[in-house]
């Protein structure tokens, strides 16, 4: 039987909802904790980055941040990112959001990835800004992404390879390739690519880096040796070993949506499964040799423009011009 495109649609949302809450979580952990070292550990000067502010433009919420809340403090980001209902990308928003999605699925999708997901919206939609300061953030984040984790291992072990599998993965992996393109983005103003002796306080800053997409030990293992810049921007961007990397991110997205197309009878046309198999031979065929800050800068606008893009081909391919072999719903 066809699937619901309103189905196909909010399963879509559920890899990308808690993927999102798990790449939040991670990231305002290793922001926070970076910021505090690099303050303690190095003389900084005054036009050095913000720390606190690069995690608002990684989101893409810095707008939001200032219009609500003004100055940038760990406090502020922490309600803002983590516990603010009103912010439709904080992590409580987020697993509320999934939950509700996952509720009205309930058919097509198995009783335990149901029930972690119940079981992480209850465990955390009542946290306040206040018990993030009695409890530790480092703790409540470490416990978000442990329950996406969770969930995404139940999903993995119970989900049917389907229509279904198809859509939640393809939803995970556009989110997670997004993130890790912005991460980078958002550091490209500071970092300088061709340094072959980077100062210490940089060093520190793309294993920061690193660290925030979940890829520190697996580039020490794949690049040992002193850290190179560029070698970091490229692992992160073309590595396809890396779960995290962009190149993986946007090559598992594309297998997605060809099952997709294959199984709806779709032929090729200028789809979502085609810019994203666009967008994954340009990016085998890129190199960041000799390539400034600004030449990277404009690379990953493109590039997340293009998961943009990829992102609104879905919607209108599968959730709003309905092909045959989608039920309408």
Sequence with gaps: MAMLSRVAESIYWIGRYMERAENTARLLDVSLRSSRELATSFRLDEESPDELALILVATGEHEEYERRYGAVTEDGLATFLVVDQDNPSSVV??????????????????????????????????????????????????????????????????????????????????????????????????????????????????????????SYESFRRLVPGSIQPAQVAEFLLFSLSMPRSVAFGIQRVQEQLEAIDLLLGLAPSDGPAVLSAALGDRMRDARLANSSPDGLNEYLHLVIQDCGAIGASIRRTYFENVPTGLVAS
């Design 93 to 214: 928003s987020c697993l509320s959001a999934a939950r509700i999605s996952a509720r009205g699925v309930r058919e097509s999708i198995s009783s335990e990835m149901w029930e972690e997901l119940n079981r992480a919206y209850l465990s955390f939609h009542r946290v306040t800004s206040a018990y993030l300061l009695i409890e530790g953030l480092h703790d409540f984040c470490g416990q978000i992404r442990r329950a996406s984790q969770l969930f995404q291992g139940v999903t993995d072990a119970t989900m049917p390879r389907d229509e279904a599998w198809y859509f939640l993965t393809a939803g995970r992996y556009l989110e997670r390739a997004g993130m890790t393109a912005r991460i980078l983005d958002s550091r490209t103003g500071e970092l300088n690519l061709g340094a072959d002796e980077p100062p210490p306080e940089e060093v520190h800053r793309w294993l920061a880096l690193l660290r925030s997409v979940s």
